[in-house]
């Protein structure tokens, strides 16, 4: 086991993709104590050109113009149009994935996103035997964008991921039905009075967790507002992430608010929040739907960015783990039969508890672990 070598390439694009990468990076520091493991940001402007203006492109739509970004995801969603940009990508990204390659001589390298996944397959069909190379989908659906052939292990969060796979010309015995990976130590929690004591909440208040993923995304701003609609009286912790401007907006509705309300900037202890928290709130991000589904938290879903994000919305409410908010349906109503209805919150929970894959980081590290012994010994 001594002396293996792990590149974990991921994307700062919100903050999933390298949360999962972090995941698996910590199940493998136990499986190979004695390894070199990287994470690596793909969109830093120092590592790859292409995708870092590709980020602040992707930003830039979806602040000012959303509607293009939706059509974009639908053009590269279907086969000839995915399979276009796929390559254009592959062949921008070549010599950023040989530099990785060179400076890190991985045995494995592992992709949380599919733009370095591009880049990996690039490099893994014209040098099938210097790596094994291996994706985590970090979503609930399949897009084009994130198959590549050339792939030899997939970390998938369903069952019918799998097969999607299976239908794009994957082998089945290359595809694993895993789970979303997230930090172990994210089932490690503070007591829930603690948490909301540091607060200067009360247990016998309900509390509600606002949330908008690493960007503040998510109509976090509506959100509050409407809870002040709301019959019920709240407890609210709503985190802006790292969107500063976004936090001192929030600050000031929060001084004129009835509920009782804490504003957090980025924080790591998410988890702790959830424990304490009743309910959340939230944009549909697959890694903030799979830690809640970790933390048993039922979830109102709306705002999603347009593409995969409503996917995830759907899937899981259709589950019944938790509501999702369309534009046929409106939010203060759906929180008012909530909060006025304790047996649907019980209900999220139970369904929420049958589908959590808590140790799927795990799983994907002990997979690796066997893959590359045999990828090394053929």
């Known amino acids: 086991m001594k002396g293996r070598s792990f590149l974990i390439i991921a994307a700062s694009i919100g903050s999933g993709h390298i949360k999962a990468a972090e995941a698996v990076s910590d199940e493998l520091r136990i499986k190979y104590p004695d390894a070199s493991i990287e994470i690596v940001d793909f969109t830093e402007w120092k590592i790859s050109w292409a995708t870092a203006f590709m980020k602040a492109c992707y930003l830039f739509m979806l602040k000012f113009i959303p509607n293009l970004y939706e059509l974009m995801y639908r053009f590269t969603g279907g086969k000839a149009g ?16 040989a530099s990785l390659v060179k400076k890190y001589r991985p045995d494995a390298i592992v992709c949380t996103h599919p733009f370095p996944a591009g880049a990996a397959s690039w490099r893994k069909e014209r040098h099938p035997e210097e790596f094994l ?22 970390f998938v969060a369903r069952e019918a991921m799998k097969t999607d796979l299976i239908s794009a010309g994957l082998p089945a015995d290359n595809v694993w039905v895993t789970g979303i990976p997230v930090k172990a130590s994210f089932h490690q929690t503070e007591d829930r009075s603690s948490v909301l004591a540091g607060l200067g909440f009360t247990p016998e208040i309900p509390t509600v967790l606002i949330m908008g993923g690493g960007l503040g995304l998510g109509g976090m701003e509506y959100t509050l507002k409407t809870l002040e609609k709301v019959e019920q009286k709240l407890q609210l912790i709503v985190i802006a992430g790292r969107n500063e401007e976004l936090k001192r ?24 929040y959830m424990a304490a928290a009743d309910l959340l709130i939230s944009k549909p991000g697959a890694l903030t739907i799979t830690e809640a589904l970790s933390a048993e938290l039922p979830m109102v879903l709306h705002e999603p960015i347009p593409g995969p994000e409503t996917e995830n919305a759907v899937y899981i409410s259709r589950l019944g783990a938790a509501v999702w908010v369309n534009k046929e349906t409106k939010l203060e109503e759906e929180l008012n039969g909530i909060f006025s209805s304790p047996e649907k919150l019980a209900a999220m929970r139970e369904r929420e508890h049958a589908l959590k894959r808590p140790y799927a980081a795990r799983d994907i590290a002990e997979t690796l672990s066997g893959e590359l012994e045999k990828f090394i010994r053929a």
């Not at 190379?133 to 970090?138: L, Q």
């Not at 907006?249 to 702790?272: C, H, I």
């Open 249 to 272: 907006r929030l600050e000031e509705t929060a001084k004129e608010s009835r509920q009782n309300v804490r504003v957090l900037g980025f924080t790591q202890a998410v988890r702790d």
């Open 133 to 154: 190379f291996s994706t985590v989908i970090t979503d609930y659906s399949v897009h084009q964008m994130w198959i590549y052939t050339n792939a030899d292990c997939y």
């Open 82 to 97: 995915g399979l276009s940009v796929q390559s254009l990508i592959s062949a921008i990204t070549s010599a950023d994935i």
